[in-house]
């Protein structure tokens, strides 16, 4: 999950995974800032859903250089 309008830019958009109970799972997923992008701190978050609940990860940051 990212700011509005950038969601193009990472992917895939949803993934399924399986958590074990009281365990956890890594999830991978790929970031190309779209052309033109200035150089900068970005941020993403995961959102994950099960059975009507949502939780959200930490915000990590991106960092985009120039070139």
Known sequence: MS?????????????????PADGGAEVLFEVGPPLGTPAGEYWMLVKAVCQGRI???????????EG
């Open 3 to 19: 700011p509005y309008g950038t969601w193009p830019s990472a992917g895939p958009a949803v993934q399924r995974i399986e958590v």
């Open 55 to 65: 939780a959200y990860g930490p915000a990590i940051a991106v960092h985009v250089s």
